[in-house]
Structures are given as structure tokens and as C-alpha cells.
């Protein structure tokens, strides 16, 4: 068909410029009544709450600060029967010490999980913002237990929470509200070189991770295909000394004969755009290639299979390009940390799952890039048409791993829920890689099953196989169609991110997958450099 041009401008909405004001984070060991700011929150446990039988804290920390306010911290936590519950808060406007407020922040149980500590940065940033606070400063009341490793990952998954926490996607209102934080300091974690380097880390993290955020909440009429291709060409600018960036046209993915891909974009007005960024290390030197395919959907309809009912979400289906985001972020983060010794492709294939007389019909046989044919028995299972001309195209580009992320099957939310996303790969190794990789970052994965004899019903009496399966193991099938189109000699993961992608509670993206991705690719860059050391 003839494509329009691009109709990025529908219903007049511009995206206004986000002023978020940089926020300088400093690691210090000072004591906790001596710090002067505007806000002063500690992380307690239920265990940190406890009181003896004159209802004196048992926590030397907070008996200290109890002591300093004339037992009013003792008091005001009873009072508001505040025990340290994990979600639990509480912000006190005291007389007695130089910071204006205090904030108790519950961690639950006895606790080292990164996420609780990402999760009190949130909370603590969000304090910050509906306070107005310019200067706070974070402590843990119990830090003492913590070896210098995890005191570190504590640092970073804190400096992480309070970004994301007092970061809000203002762009499309009338009326932003302005951030007043500009500075953040960890106290009681240690100081010097390596902490200083955890911080920027989280930073460079951060900025992915938000870059992430604003791409999925972008509505469809502001980001199409080419719009998403200009981000990724605004990446590779913007890092031009390790990233470049190829853009393939409808022509160009006719002669790889990606009719899978082409055959979902048929149907919209906005041509789809094939995005690929290469990644190459300041040095030159390369160990691993890897690559890291993004989903891509701007807008899925659903096609002639069109998202019908209360329960099809179709209002949401901006944020079907969520892999693509957390692909997208990723590359934003690396361009600006630069590991070693590792070559990275970042690949989209980025188009619309629409309704038109040139569309995709129930019934019609596409032909991938790699020669197979694949009978379309349900034009709302369009993702894994486009991914697969997208792991054929990664397969070619000579890379030793794959991993796809994906908002593929509503069963791996059935199955999995809204914060956990499905890991589906043959690959123990890799498995064993990335999700390590998780834990550090505290995104849930979880590792499903790859049943072949579920295989069945993936296949087509006309064709090599069709792109639906039963409906039971929804999203097993859908990842077995996916390896359909992966080399054997690659070491390949999909990850369906359906649930997490997405908070219904704050009616916006999470920015799901970026931490995990960049952690992931940063353990193989070490591994590269121990071995350059050796």
C-alpha cells in the first residue's frame, strides 16, 4: 500500500519538555541528629521497632533520635501504630534537630532484598515531592549487618528508588508540577571511590529506565514506527563514539523477505521502521556478541481479530511496545557506562497492528525471513510475527546470545500475575545469567517450562505451522513458536513482560526490564575483563 505520511500530530498533542532538576547524590558517615536538610527518612525493620518494657527503643539508632526529639519519635510511632511494616510510612514534623522532618519507612521482616531497598528510595522520593524538600538524607536504622558488598547494592538500589520515586511523567498536562529534590544524601553506608561509583551507576540506570518510562506512556498518536526510529537514531547521536544506527525502510525488509513483519504492518497508514543500534566498545576489543530484541507494536488493534470486551485493554495498547522500551533504555544506559569488551545489537521491529482493506486477514499464510511459512490463525497474536523476522535478522548478525523481551501472551499474566515476568529459554546457562542478573536488580523473573509436546498444536495442515496454538499454555506456545526462528548455535531467552510492564495503580510504565538488561550485559563485560587481568 501507499503509506501516508506519519501521523504523529493527531489531535493536535505535542509532548511538553519534562524540567526534572539533576540530583546530586553523596554517600557521607555523619550522625543522624547532626544532619542539617529538609528531611531526614530511615529504613526500619519490625524488628528495628521493638521497645522494652519502659517503651524505650531497643535500636541504639532510633533510641539516639528518640532521645534527641524527648521521646516525641516514641510517641507519634505508637500513636500511628507504625511497627515497620513493609508499606508503611510516617512523616513527623519534630522540634529538637536541624532537619525540618523526620520519615520512618517501613521494611518489614528482617530484610536484604534489593527491592525493598529500591522500594524505600521510592517511597522516601515521593515523600520528598509531596513535601516539597530540596536536601534529605537516607539512613537504615540497623546497617551494621551489612558486609561493604551489600552496603554498595544497598547505596545504588536507594539512590535508584529515590530517582524513580520523585520522577512524574508530566509531559502531557496542562499544568506540570515541578521536582524541588536536588539533593540526596546516603548516610551510614560508607564513603569514597567504589560507593561514588555505584551511585553514577544507578544514575546512568535511572536515566534508561525513565527514558523507558516515557516511550511506553507516549500515546500511540505521538509515538509511531518512525518516531520510535528517531529515538533510536537520537541515541546513537547522541553516544556516536560506540553506538550507529541502521533504519530499514518497507524496501529493505522486502528484500530480506521479512513478510512476517511486513505482513502485520500491512494494514496501518504509518509505515513500520526495522531498527537496529550496534553497540562497539571504546577500544575495539570484543569477547561476547550479544543481542537484545525489543517488541516493537506501537499500536495493537488486534487486526481483524480486533481487541473486543471489558477485559481487551485495547486503551492500553500504547504500551505493546514495551519491549521495544526496555531495549531502548538499555542502549541509553550502556551508551553512557561503556563496558568492555562486549559488541551489542539492539533490535526492533517497530510497526501498527491495525485494520484496513490492505491488512493481514484470519487465514492468510506470511512467509518469514528464514524461509518458513506460518498460517495466521489469530491477527491479534502479531507480536511473535514481528519478532520473528527480528531473531532471524539477530541470528545473522553472527551473535552468540539472544534475549527478546516482549508484552506477549495475557496467559503468562494469568499465570504469573502483574509484577512477574515468564523467562522461557533451553538454555540453563543463559537462564542461570540473567537471572542472576535479576536479583541483583530486584525485577521478579521467573523460569517456565518449555514443553516441546505442546509443539502439536502449533501446527498448520497448509502451512509449516500457524501462529496460535490451544489456549492452554498460552504462553509456552508462544515461545515455542519463537525458537522456530532461532539459530540452534545460539543461546537464546524470550521474556514476557505482559504484567510488569505496566502499574494500573499509578496508571503508568514501570520501565520494566532496563536494570535487569544492563546488569546482565555489564556481568558479561566483568567477565571479559577478568579475563584480560589473568
Same mark, same amino acid.
Given at each position: 500500500?501507499?503509506?501516508?505520511?506519519? !501521523?504523529?500530530?493527531?489531535?493536535?498533542?505535542?509532548?511538553?519538555?519534562?524540567?526534572?532538576?539533576?540530583?546530586?547524590?553523596?554517600?557521607?558517615?555523619?550522625?543522624?541528629?547532626?544532619?542539617?536538610?529538609?528531611?531526614?527518612?530511615?529504613?526500619?525493620?519490625?524488628?528495628?521497632?521493638?521497645k522494652?518494657?519502659?517503651?524505650?527503643? +531497643?535500636?541504639?539508632?532510633? #533510641?539516639?533520635?528518640?532521645?534527641?526529639?524527648?521521646?516525641?519519635?516514641?510517641?507519634?510511632?505508637?500513636?500511628?501504630?507504625?511497627?515497620?511494616?513493609?508499606?508503611?510510612?510516617?512523616?513527623?514534623?519534630?522540634?529538637?534537630?536541624?532537619?525540618?522532618?523526620?520519615?520512618?519507612?517501613?521494611?518489614?521482616?528482617?530484610?536484604?532484598?534489593?527491592?525493598?531497598? !529500591?522500594?524505600?528510595?521510592?517511597?522516601?522520593?515521593?515523600?520528598a515531592?509531596? $513535601?516539597?524538600?530540596?536536601?534529605?538524607?537516607?539512613? @537504615?536504622?540497623?546497617?551494621?549487618?551489612?558486609?561493604?558488598?551489600?552496603?554498595?547494592?544497598?547505596?545504588?538500589? @536507594?539512590?535508584?528508588?529515590?530517582?524513580?520515586?520523585?520522577?512524574?511523567?508530566?509531559?502531557?498536562?496542562?499544568?506540570?508540577?515541578?521536582?524541588? #529534590? +536536588?539533593?540526596?544524601?546516603?548516610?551510614?553506608?560508607?564513603?569514597?571511590?567504589?560507593?561514588? +561509583?555505584?551511585? +553514577?551507576?544507578?544514575?546512568?540506570?535511572?536515566?534508561?529506565?525513565?527514558?523507558?518510562?516515557?516511550?511506553?506512556?507516549?500515546?500511540?498518536?505521538?509515538?509511531?514506527?518512525?518516531?520510535? $526510529?528517531?529515538?533510536?537514531?537520537?541515541?546513537?547521536?547522541?553516544?556516536?563514539?560506540?553506538?550507529?544506527?541502521?533504519?530499514?525502510?518497507?524496501?529493505?525488509?522486502k528484500?530480506?523477505?521479512?513478510?512476517s513483519?511486513?505482513?502485520?504492518?500491512? *494494514?496501518?497508514?504509518?509505515?513500520?521502521?526495522?531498527?537496529?543500534?550496534?553497540?562497539?566498545p571504546?577500544g575495539?576489543?570484543?569477547?561476547?556478541? #550479544?543481542?537484545?530484541?525489543?517488541?516493537?507494536?506501537?499500536?495493537?488493534?488486534g487486526?481483524?481479530?480486533?481487541? =473486543?470486551?471489558?477485559?481487551?485493554?485495547?486503551?492500553?495498547?500504547?504500551?505493546?511496545?514495551?519491549?521495544?522500551?526496555?531495549?531502548?533504555?538499555?542502549?541509553?544506559?550502556?551508551?553512557?557506562?561503556?563496558?568492555?569488551?562486549?559488541?551489542?545489537?539492539?533490535?526492533?521491529?517497530?510497526?501498527?497492528?491495525?485494520?484496513?482493506?490492505?491488512?493481514?486477514?484470519?487465514?492468510?499464510?506470511?512467509?518469514?525471513?528464514?524461509?518458513?511459512?506460518i498460517?495466521?490463525?489469530?491477527?491479534?497474536?502479531?507480536?511473535?510475527?514481528?519478532?520473528?523476522?527480528?531473531?532471524?535478522?539477530?541470528?545473522?548478525?553472527?551473535?552468540?546470545?539472544?534475549?527478546?523481551?516482549?508484552?506477549? =501472551?495475557?496467559?503468562?499474566?494469568?499465570?504469573?500475575?502483574?509484577?512477574?515476568?515468564?523467562?522461557?529459554?533451553?538454555?540453563?546457562?543463559?537462564?542461570?545469567?540473567?537471572? $542472576?542478573?535479576?536479583e541483583?536488580t530486584?525485577?521478579?523473573?521467573?523460569?517456565?517450562?518449555?514443553?516441546?509436546?505442546?509443539?502439536?498444536?502449533?501446527?498448520?495442515?497448509?502451512?509449516?505451522?500457524?501462529?496460535?496454538?490451544? !489456549?492452554?499454555?498460552?504462553?509456552?506456545? *508462544?515461545? #515455542?513458536?519463537?525458537k522456530?526462528?532461532?539459530?540452534?548455535?545460539?543461546?537464546?531467552?524470550?521474556?514476557?513482560?505482559?504484567?510488569?510492564?505496566?502499574?494500573?495503580?499509578?496508571?503508568?510504565?514501570?520501565g520494566?526490564?532496563?536494570?535487569?538488561?544492563?546488569?546482565?550485559?555489564?556481568?558479561?563485560?566483568?567477565?571479559?575483563?577478568?579475563?584480560?587481568?589473568?
Amino acid at each position: 500500500m501507499a503509506y501516508s505520511i506519519a !501521523r504523529e500530530t493527531l489531535g493536535l498533542t505535542q509532548p511538553g519538555q519534562i524540567d526534572t532538576p539533576e540530583i546530586l547524590f553523596a554517600a557521607k558517615e555523619i550522625d543522624l541528629v547532626e544532619w542539617k536538610g529538609d528531611m531526614l527518612a530511615v529504613g526500619v525493620t519490625e524488628k528495628d521497632m521493638a521497645k522494652n518494657e519502659n517503651l524505650k527503643f +531497643k535500636n541504639s539508632t532510633l #533510641l539516639k533520635l528518640d532521645s534527641e526529639l524527648g521521646g516525641l519519635l516514641s510517641e507519634a510511632s505508637s500513636e500511628e501504630d507504625f511497627t515497620g511494616k513493609a508499606g508503611q510510612s510516617t512523616v513527623l514534623r519534630l522540634p529538637g534537630l536541624d532537619s525540618k522532618r523526620i520519615g520512618l519507612i517501613g521494611l518489614g521482616s528482617i530484610t536484604s532484598a534489593i527491592a525493598s531497598y !529500591r522500594s524505600l528510595g521510592e517511597a522516601v522520593g515521593e515523600a520528598a515531592k509531596t $513535601a516539597n524538600s530540596s536536601k534529605i538524607a537516607i539512613a @537504615l536504622a540497623s546497617s551494621e549487618g551489612l558486609s561493604a558488598e551489600s552496603k554498595l547494592a544497598t547505596a545504588s538500589a @536507594l539512590a535508584t528508588g529515590v530517582v524513580l520515586g520523585t520522577y512524574e511523567d508530566n509531559r502531557f498536562k496542562s499544568e506540570p508540577k515541578k521536582s524541588t #529534590l +536536588k539533593s540526596v544524601d546516603i548516610l551510614g553506608l560508607g564513603t569514597g571511590s567504589e560507593i561514588d +561509583k555505584k551511585l +553514577k551507576y544507578a544514575e546512568d540506570v535511572c536515566s534508561g529506565i525513565i527514558f523507558g518510562k516515557e516511550l511506553v506512556n507516549a500515546p500511540a498518536n505521538v509515538l509511531t514506527p518512525g518516531i520510535l $526510529a528517531g529515538e533510536a537514531m537520537r541515541i546513537a547521536s547522541e553516544y556516536s563514539d560506540v553506538f550507529t544506527a541502521t533504519i530499514l525502510d518497507v524496501e529493505q525488509c522486502k528484500q530480506l523477505k521479512m513478510g512476517s513483519y511486513l505482513g502485520v504492518a500491512a *494494514a496501518s497508514a504509518n509505515p513500520p521502521h526495522f531498527i537496529h543500534l550496534c553497540y562497539k566498545p571504546p577500544g575495539g576489543a570484543v569477547n561476547t556478541k #550479544l543481542a537484545l530484541v525489543g517488541k516493537g507494536l506501537t499500536f495493537d488493534s488486534g487486526g481483524y481479530n480486533i481487541k =473486543t470486551g471489558p477485559l481487551c485493554s485495547i486503551e492500553l495498547m500504547k504500551f505493546d511496545m514495551g519491549g521495544s522500551a526496555a531495549v531502548l533504555g538499555a542502549a541509553k544506559s550502556l551508551g553512557q557506562i561503556k563496558p568492555a569488551g562486549v559488541e551489542v545489537h539492539f533490535i526492533v521491529a517497530a510497526c501498527e497492528n491495525m485494520i484496513s482493506g490492505t491488512g493481514m486477514r484470519p487465514g492468510d499464510i506470511v512467509t518469514a525471513s528464514n524461509g518458513k511459512t506460518i498460517e495466521v490463525n489469530n491477527t491479534d497474536a502479531e507480536g511473535r510475527l514481528t519478532l520473528a523476522d527480528a531473531l532471524v535478522y539477530s541470528c545473522n548478525q553472527g551473535v552468540e546470545k539472544i534475549v527478546d523481551l516482549a508484552t506477549l =501472551t495475557g496467559a503468562c499474566v494469568v499465570a504469573l500475575g502483574p509484577s512477574i515476568a515468564g523467562v522461557f529459554t533451553p538454555s540453563d546457562e543463559l537462564a542461570k545469567e540473567v537471572l $542472576a542478573a535479576s536479583e541483583v536488580t530486584g525485577e521478579k523473573l521467573w523460569r517456565m517450562p518449555m514443553e516441546e509436546s505442546y509443539w502439536e498444536s502449533m501446527k498448520s495442515g497448509v502451512a509449516d505451522m500457524v501462529n496460535t496454538g490451544a !489456549r492452554q499454555g498460552g504462553a509456552i506456545n *508462544a515461545a #515455542l513458536f519463537l525458537k522456530q526462528f532461532v539459530d540452534e548455535k545460539v543461546q537464546w531467552m524470550h521474556i514476557d513482560m505482559a504484567g510488569p510492564v505496566w502499574n494500573d495503580k499509578n496508571k503508568s510504565a514501570t520501565g520494566f526490564g532496563v536494570a535487569t538488561i544492563v546488569e546482565w550485559v555489564l556481568k558479561i563485560s566483568s567477565q571479559f575483563q577478568c579475563q584480560r587481568c589473568c
